[in-house]
């Protein structure tokens, strides 16, 4: 469940896959035990499949034990949670990353960051101290809230390293330092605009969410020799999700966002529709239980974004219109798929915020 995919920093034609050990629903309650695992994989003959060239291994991502007393009433059982959940594995502009949910010292369930060279048989690189060698647990401007996830690094145009930890109600974002602190909300300049710009292109329906990662991209092709990235054409590129209840049925629509690299970091754009991955059914459904009439409900499979990356080998945080994405997404809670698709594909229809 839950898969990222970026391209392996050697083998050429080889990606690599992480994911959340799926546990089948009979063994949910039976167990408190969480882990991620991750495999070098490889296309296909028809390159319509990518898997696993091995049997995947555990990322050795330790557990954690926070304050049990902050995971009350319908949230104690987090403080029994051992091991990561739902883990996000990324390119910044230079190194990888993995930030992924886990038991929390300053609320009941928080976000966590690692290199994530130190988790995988990464090759010969330098691994410093600064770059999160050792596991350290992100923080955010208070209020905190319960349990905490989806929070998701960006970069400026300086190469500064900010940490996003929501979207909606307001946007709340920060800079984040080494040891996982961050300075004040900054987002707090442009928050009525912000707001105003997302509920003109998303329906009032359900909730917003965070969904991937972030990736920076410049609004023309590579291939067009008179394409220079500069302030007035390169933003942050990331994904939400608009959640809603179809029955008992959840539904996701993911939407682009692009905002500014640099102060205020305003959005700039907004999905004017949400994006459909091809393959994904509409079904109807019978409602069950008991405050239920049996009605039949027209639902969509439960496809959810979790990660995007740049497909090429050697790309890592920057990229164009005619570069080739990855999206990677859950399927049901049982299941994980991903799509690659031409960056400018995946914009087209923007909303934009001025």
Same mark, same amino acid.
């Given at each position: 469940m839950n898969?990222? $995919?970026?391209p392996h920093p050697g083998l050429l034609d080889t990606w690599i896959i992480t994911a959340q050990l799926y546990k089948p629903p009979s063994a949910r309650t039976a167990s408190v035990w969480y882990a991620?695992?991750?495999c070098d994989a490889a296309f296909s003959d028809d390159?319509?499949?990518?898997s696993c060239l091995e049997p995947p291994l555990q990322l050795p991502i330790p557990a954690t034990f926070g304050d049990s007393s902050k995971c009350l009433g319908d949230l104690s059982y987090f403080s029994l949670s051992v091991g990561p959940h739902d883990a996000r594995v990324f390119y910044g502009p230079e190194i990888p990353y993995t930030i992924y949910g886990s038991n929390?010292?300053?609320t009941c369930?928080?976000?966590? $960051?690692?290199?994530f060279r130190i988790l995988v048989d990464w090759g010969l690189d330098t691994i410093n101290e600064h770059e999160f060698r050792q596991s350290r647990e992100l923080q955010r401007p208070m209020p905190w809230n319960s349990v905490e996830k989806n929070w998701f690094l960006f970069w400026d145009d300086l190469g500064q390293m900010f940490l996003h930890h929501e979207i909606t109600p307001a946007r709340v974002f920060s800079k984040l330092e080494l040891d996982g602190s961050v300075g004040p909300n900054l987002a707090l300049t442009t928050s009525a605009s912000d707001q105003e710009c997302l509920k003109r292109f998303l329906p009032e329906t359900g909730k917003i969410h965070q969904a991937t990662n972030s990736l920076a991209i410049t609004l023309c092709a590579r291939s067009d020799q008179f394409c220079e990235p500069d302030a007035t054409n390169t933003f942050v590129l990331f994904i939400i999700q608009q959640k809603t209840i179809r029955g008992i049925h959840?539904?996701?629509e993911p939407y682009v966002v692009l905002m500014r690299r640099s102060m205020p970091f305003e959005i700039y754009a907004v999905s004017s529709k949400p994006t459909w991955i091809f393959g994904r059914s509409i079904r109807a459904e019978k409602s069950e239980g008991n405050s239920f009439t049996g009605l039949?409900?027209?639902t969509s499979e439960m496809l959810y974004l979790t990660s995007i990356s740049w497909k090429s080998h050697g790309q890592k945080y920057h990229g164009f219109l005619d570069d080739t994405l990855f999206l990677a997404f859950g399927r049901e809670d049982s299941d994980a798929g991903g799509i690659d698709v031409k960056a400018g594909d995946l914009l087209t229809e923007l909303g934009t915020c001025a």
């Open positions: 898969p990222n $995919i970026i991620e695992l991750v390159k319509r499949v990518l929390s010292f300053f369930f928080g976000q966590w $960051i690692s290199d959840p539904v996701y039949l409900e027209d």
